[in-house]
């Protein structure tokens, strides 16, 4: 029972699903901050984005190594760890003053966040048996994980509102200290799996900087240009250190990624979902919080209540989708919640510049937000189910790099998109018009997502009819 003596303390949930919250919330949270940012601490602007930028670069860029690091080195050091070094990087962009030191607080943030994020997902499937005990388990971690991106708005915009914008860097520091002096008495310690061999320091390096150079690529394009050689070139280079890392991967005894994991199709759909999933979503937040601000107008913190919709659906989405994944089976689980994520999209995009919170905002809101609340949690059920204690961190950092890494490239391709259409005007209707063509970009992508599940996903009737077993004997317990 070693196992799961940790994993029955009732703070282990709570504080790893907390933990993944604020790493979450801290990828939005700035936005509605970053005018008061550019203000006091003279940004240009062309700088301001990488306030965010410079977060999501490191923190997807690093994950894999993350992940692998907590294999090697034990997860619950691995967490503690980067779990102070996030608080000193919060206390340190909170005393920002100039940009360049805010932009390398951030950056440092999204590094340690990197190393975080897997170990916390990796103890958690140590914490909590395979089966109904863990399904509730990934179903509250997804839902305060899905609901942070949703969230940051809300918490942004009051912070930046009623304390000032480096009120939103203060408020991860006492909550990491808090973590970091709970993490010895709650979580298991997760030690270090002396079998795995050593750090495989050049699949390490080549997957880091190809992953990081894509991203940067990416947020960076359209300042560049999409067409410009340091955009084509970031990306070629890019796709040449991952096809390095593919060899290194096939030839070392002791890969970081062993490549045979995507042997498990149910993984590869899995992490595939994810990273559709999240490059529909994640510019749905940014472009939602545009047009609430730029063409509806109930300023920070009215911007930040109107998020409360999308993100009470996704809590109660979240909260369900692994058990629903269990039930009806992985397969036809994903490809409805990313049909119904489409379906919530393409509401969406009927926005006009007269339009009204209720009807533009909260109702496709709570569509899209069930939709892709089971979509994220029933991606992660399935790409971690059956996972060893020497492959959890594998797992894990592969499925929040595919989430990270879809992040980023929706971003920058919707956003593309919408610039396109809306150009540099301040008219709310053709402004709007660009909003809505990202919009419906967003919902082809979770479209498409539903028909790649459909097509490519193992039909797993076993699991489910098992998983049905196992709810029953535990409901009866």
Do not use: C
Not at 369 to 376: C, D, E, H, K
Request: proline share 4%; no cysteine.
């Amino acid at each position: 029972m070693s196992r799961t003596r940790a994993g029955s303390s009732r703070l282990v949930l709570p504080l790893l699903a907390s933990t993944q919250f604020v790493l979450i919330l801290d990828a939005a949270i700035v936005g509605v901050a970053m005018p008061s940012m550019a203000a006091d601490l003279g940004f240009a602007p062309a700088e301001l984005s990488w306030v965010a930028n410079a977060y999501t670069l490191l923190f997807g860029g690093f994950l894999l190594l993350g992940g692998r690091m907590g294999d090697l080195t034990g997860r619950r050091r691995t967490f503690v760890i980067g779990v102070l070094v996030f608080s000193a990087a919060s206390l340190a962009g909170g005393l920002a003053e100039s940009p360049l030191w805010l932009v390398t607080a951030r950056a440092a943030q999204g590094l340690a966040a990197a190393f975080v994020a897997p170990s916390a997902l990796a103890l958690l499937l140590m914490s909590f048996a395979e089966g109904p005990q863990r399904n509730r388990a990934l179903g509250v971690w997804g839902a305060v994980a899905a609901t942070g991106g949703a969230a940051g708005g809300l918490v942004g915009g009051t912070l930046t509102e009623w304390l000032g914008w480096a009120s939103v860097m203060y408020v991860n520091v006492p909550i990491g200290v808090a973590v970091a002096w709970l993490a010895p008495r709650v979580l298991p310690a997760g030690e270090p799996q002396q079998d795995r061999g050593g750090l495989d320091g050049a699949g390490a390096v080549t997957v880091t900087a190809g992953i990081g150079l894509a991203i940067f690529a990416l947020v960076g394009a359209n300042d560049a240009g999409w067409r410009s050689l340091q955009t084509l070139g970031l990306l070629a280079a890019s796709l040449g250190l991952l096809a390095v890392f593919v060899v290194i991967e096939r030839r070392v005894a002791h890969p970081l990624v062993p490549l045979g994991v995507f042997a498990d199709r149910r993984f590869s759909v899995a992490n595939v979902v994810a990273v559709l999933s999240t490059m529909a979503m994640f510019p749905t937040f940014f472009l939602l919080a545009l047009y609430l601000q730029r063409v509806l107008g109930p300023g920070p913190l009215g911007a930040g209540i109107a998020f409360l919709a999308i993100s009470l659906s996704l809590l109660v989405s979240t909260l369900n989708g692994p058990r629903l994944s269990h039930r009806f089976g992985s397969r036809p689980t994903m490809a409805a919640a990313m049909a119904l994520t489409a379906v919530g999209l393409a509401w969406f995009s009927f926005i006009s510049a007269e339009g009204s919170v209720l009807v533009d905002v909260i109702g496709p809101s709570v569509i899209t937000g069930l939709g892709a609340g089971v979509a994220w949690t029933a991606s992660a059920a399935a790409a971690t189910a059956g996972a060893s204690p020497a492959d959890a961190g594998l797992r894990s950092g592969v499925l929040i790099a595919s989430q990270q890494v879809g992040g980023a490239i929706g971003l920058a391709v919707i956003v593309a998109v919408a610039l396109a259409v809306a150009g540099s005007t301040n008219d709310p209707v053709i402004f709007t018009a660009g909003l809505s063509a990202g919009l419906w970009v967003a919902a082809s992508i979770a479209a498409l997502g539903a028909v790649l599940t459909i097509r490519f996903a193992p039909r797993d009737l076993a699991l489910a009819r098992s998983a049905m077993v196992d709810t029953q004997v535990a409901e009866r317990a």
